[in-house]
């Protein structure tokens, strides 16, 4: 089966239900399944993100952007993940502790919407991409997943992402903010704040697939490997070790391995999005004395 028969597939597939609630991340995966179940469903078809300390302010307001482009109602529900004990000691189900908390707040928003199916992201390729304990809670919590249901690989995501003309069909994949922090370490709003802001200073220099893990205050900075010569370069070293330094790391290191996903712990990155939630409010962890006008090195200089 071709693409566009799995695409049409889902369609079908989705057009039975009354309604769905998708759970949202502003990735290429949810996206797509956004898309799709607004063409089967209309209005009754919703977006739903959830709000946390995990997930970076640039990513929330990616949600909202893309919704927009997609045509669906969009809603914003918010927890804290920091809230529970477990998931704050940072073991190797760190991620299915998560996935529970964000899925069970797409279910609640989903009773009070009068809808029964809640839908996720994962795709055919998931399951075959190393330790993935979130999958163990959709699995649970029985929401569904179209693009796996129909074996609708990454790749394939990507090309029906581009077909709908949508904007994050080329999006690198984005975990969420506390799979940079190894296992074993406690996640903290001060952890989760220094990483976000070190990750919005890459960005801002023009670096596009990197991680910044924090080892206990110590930033370890992994760039793609296309992108290794420009950070080593004096000037964004120096501008780094200052900057970063300033946000409240103690050393600053640069991988020479660059970028890999899942560098810090089993359940990490995967490449896997996140869908979703807080009561605390994202944009706050990168407020502060950050200054995005000063003169950081670019991609240009």
């Given at each position: 089966?071709?693409v ?11 057009a ?75 073991d ?44 163990r ?70 670096f ?73 409010d994202?944009?706050s ?7 995005l ?9």
């Amino acid at each position: 089966m071709n693409v566009e028969a799995k695409a049409a597939a889902v369609r079908a597939d989705l057009a039975e239900r009354d309604g769905v609630v998708i759970a949202f991340s502003g990735g290429v995966d949810s996206s797509v399944v956004a898309a799709l179940a607004h063409d089967a469903l209309g209005d009754d078809a919703v977006a739903c993100t959830a709000k946390s300390e995990t997930l970076p302010a640039a990513e929330l307001d990616d949600t909202t952007r893309v919704t927009e482009e997609i045509g669906i109602r969009h809603e914003i529900v918010e927890f804290s993940e920091l809230s529970s004990e477990e998931f704050v000691a940072n073991d190797g189900d760190r991620c299915y502790h998560c996935r529970t908390m964000r899925l069970s707040a797409m279910f609640d928003a989903a009773r009070e919407l009068g809808i029964t199916t809640v839908c996720d992201g994962t795709n055919a390729s998931d399951p075959g991409e190393g330790h993935r304990p979130g999958l163990r809670a959709v699995e649970e919590l029985n929401a569904y997943s179209p693009l796996l249901e129909h074996d609708i690989t990454k790749d394939e995501v990507r090309e029906i992402a581009r077909d709908y003309g949508l904007s994050v069909a080329d999006k690198p994949s984005m975990a969420c903010l506390s799979s940079r922090i190894p296992t074993g370490l406690d996640v903290t709003e001060e952890r989760l704040s220094r990483v976000e802001k070190a990750e919005t200073l890459l960005r801002t220099w023009g670096f596009e697939q990197f991680r910044v893990r924090d080892h206990d205050g110590l930033a370890r900075i992994e760039v793609a490997p296309e992108e290794l010569e420009r950070a080593l370069d004096a000037d964004f070293v120096r501008a780094a070790r200052e900057h970063l330094t300033d946000i409240g790391f103690e050393h600053v290191t640069l991988d020479l391995h660059g970028y890999r996903t899942g560098s810090v712990s089993p359940a990490d990155d995967g490449g896997a999005e996140t869908a979703d939630g807080t009561e605390t409010d994202a944009s706050s962890l990168v407020s502060g004395d950050l200054d995005l006008g000063a003169e950081y090195p670019t991609a240009e200089d």
